[in-house]
Every structure is written in C-alpha cells, then in structure tokens.
C-alpha cells in the first residue's frame, strides 16, 4: 500500500502545569485507513493530533509520509495533514463560506484560477456548493461542521484529523457526517466518544486511557473493552500493565488494513512505560 502516512514512535508530552498528557505512544498508520481514537477525557487524544501537526511539541518522534516532523519540515507536513477541531467557529472567520474555503489555498500562493477550483470542489464533496455565498455565522451546526471540512480538503491534504466531528450534531447532521467520512479516499484519523460513529466509519479503533494506547481493535470489538472509557477503570488496567501483568486488551493490529480488504495480521503488544496518574 505504499509508504505509511502516520508513524509515531515513544511520543510523550508534559503540559507547563505538569500534567502529562502522552507517555510514550507509538502508532502507525497505512495509506488509506480510517483510524478512530477513543478514550475517556483527559486520554490524551486532542493532544495527540494536536502533535500530527506541530501545534504541540513532544519528546519522541512524528513522521508524517516519510517526512519527520522538525522546525524545517512543519510547514509542508500542516499541508499534508488537515486538521478540523471540534468547534467550527474555530475554523470559520471569513465573511463568506467560499472565502473561507479559499483561505488554505490563498496563502499557499496558488493561482487564482486553482484558488477557485479548489474550493468549489471541497465545497462539492460536502455538499455546501449551494452556500457558497452565504455567511458562515448564518450556517446550523452540521452545515458548519461540513464547511470546516471543506476548509482543509481544499488545501489537498492527504490526511485528515479530527477531534470530536459528531459533537452536537442532531440525528440528521450526524448521519451526513457519518457519510461524508466513509466516502472520503484521505487517510483519517478520529478522536471521538461516538463509539457508533467509530464503528460506521473507521477501520481501526486505538483505545487511549492516561496518556497511553492501551488497545488496538477492530472497531466491532469495542463494546467488549467500554470499561476502559471510564477513568478509574482505565487507570487500574494501565496500573496493571506498568506493574507487569498479562494484557487483557488483545492484539495491536499491525496498519494497513482498509474496509473491504484483507484481515488484520496482528501482535501482541499493549504499551510499556511505568509512570501512570491523571493527564490533562
């Protein structure tokens, strides 16, 4: 399947209250895969995509399709990977959605003539052609939400993150999203308490509690590991892993599986390390 698009190796992240937020995460992802993060607050999850981009800056390493995330490479990976927050006012300032759309683009210095034909195909994949003119303050929810995806599709990126998509969402809006996401060809990445979303959508399903990858399953297997979304629960299994007992979690699936294509070949391997507390 090619070069992977995502490999994080002993990623760890300490918050200036010092507050660790990942000890020592390491993840790959193959071209193609739809991957859902799950966990209770406070996992870790928003922090991890925050470092897919260089937002936040850990200890470890991030290699974005063979590029390793450095102060000389962050420019071109935050092209390669789009990333939409969970609240989309946080993404929308312009005085129209096409404007909005074109802001990626724009300043990437790009001809006029693709400036435009980016954003109209963005807006195209999400169904907003119609709103193009419209202000984005003026949008429900879900029209917001698919505008934001819009905004970093137009910049061509070949992965997308992002941090609680289905969040507020009524039925309607959340289906469409559901969608959207299982039709995109990018290489995805989801932080999400949706666990239906997860199942509909993603591949593979990495389960985060305090800081840590403690799972990595086929999303049908979630249900059978739901205790780990609950803090004290998650922190007596990751206690009990630091202190030497057997995983209770499964296997780590090894990347490049895609729906439709052959099975997962799989490992046994829950994440090392000995420090365990509370995490931002």
Known sequence: MGQEHVVVENLRFTYPDGQQALRGVSFRVAPGEKVGLVGHNGAGKSTLLLQLIGILRGQGSVRIAGLDLDDRTVRRIRSQVG??????????????????????????????????????????????????????????????????????????????????????????????????????????????????????????AIVMAVGRIVADLLPDELPEHEALLYPQDASREVSALAQGAAPSLGATRQPGHVRGSISYSTRAKVGGGTDVGETA
């Open 83 to 204: 990333l939409v927050f969970q609240d989309p006012n946080d993404q929308l300032f312009s005085p129209t959605v096409f404007d909005d759309v074109a802001f990626g683009p724009l300043h990437m210095g790009l001809p006029v003539d693709e400036i435009v034909s980016r954003a109209e195909a963005a807006l195209a994949c999400v169904g907003m052609s119609d709103y193009a003119d419209r202000m984005p303050h003026h949008l429900s929810l879900g029209e917001k939400k698919r505008v934001a995806i819009a905004t970093v599709l137009s910049m061509d990126p070949i992965i997308l993150a992002l941090d609680e998509p289905s969040a507020g969402l009524d039925p309607q809006g959340r289906r469409d999203l559901i969608a959207l996401l299982r039709r995109l060809p990018q290489t995805i990445l989801v932080a999400s308490h949706d666990l239906d979303l997860v199942r509909q959508v993603c591949d593979r």
